[in-house]
């Protein structure tokens, strides 16, 4: 089936540490997003991808760094310069048209300990 | 820049009863529209969507009309069911040729039995 596939759904992380989140799909979609969920603030947009080798910063990009070396994949870098890494982190890809809709993973959770 | 607008806080309502959650936006060009909605612990799923003035996007007994004239996305249903239960976010997506999205804070409903 197609979809969009994030690992680990939960992780631990002490203070101090990298840490690389995974999103994988196969739906063949040109852009992807990275988003962070906090409680009572919605959706934060951390970085996106409208095309391999190519990205850009969203509104929350300090202390996080991604890469987009092949279509299918976009991972995403917790660095220990983030200040309050704690959250729901979702993935999501999209056709490349502005009226189309996102498709999302079912979200890694980082806890920082 | 562009954005959505979500009433306040948590609904709280009974099984059957009728549902209304607002959503306004400001955007520079012509958006599409869109309504997600969470369930506990997952990623985002698409409700429904529009993608121009005067369309209706319908799902699963859920309704929005896309109201250029109030800037609303107004998301209706007329009988919630307790599998209803979920945060539903409002988020548009304008066609400035950035392929973003603009997403509402989301909103908590509890339905009752």
């Known amino acids: 089936d197609g979809g969009i596939t994030q690992s680990p759904k939960y992780l631990f992380r002490k203070e101090g540490q990298n840490v690389t989140l995974s999103c994988e799909q196969n739906l063949n979609h040109d852009a992807m997003y990275w988003y962070r969920q906090d409680p009572g603030q919605g959706l934060r947009l951390i970085y996106y991808s409208q095309i391999v080798n190519d990205f850009q910063k969203g509104d929350i990009a300090e202390g996080y760094s991604v890469s987009r070396e092949k279509k299918e994949s976009f991972p995403l870098t917790v660095t220990s310069a983030q200040k309050n890494p704690t959250a729901f982190y979702l993935c999501?890809?999209?056709?490349?048209?502005?009226?189309?809709?996102?498709?999302f993973g079912e979200g890694s959770r980082l806890t920082v300990l | 820049g562009d954005s959505v607008t979500q009433m306040e806080g948590p609904v709280t309502l009974s099984e059957e009863a009728f549902l209304t959650i607002n959503c306004t936006y400001t955007a520079t060009g012509y958006p599409s529209l869109f309504w997600y909605v969470q369930y506990p612990g997952e990623g985002l799923q698409l409700l429904l969507k529009?993608?121009?003035?005067?369309d209706k996007g319908s799902n699963k007994g859920f309704e929005a009309t896309y109201r250029k004239e109030t800037t609303s996305f107004h998301l209706e249903k007329g009988s919630v069911q307790v599998s209803d239960s979920a945060v539903y976010f409002c988020a548009l997506s304008d066609r400035d040729g950035n392929n973003r999205l603009a997403f509402g804070k989301g909103n908590q409903v509890v339905v009752i039995p």
């Open positions: 999501a890809s999209r056709v490349g048209t502005n009226t189309g809709e996102l498709f």
């Open positions: 529009a993608t121009k003035a005067d």
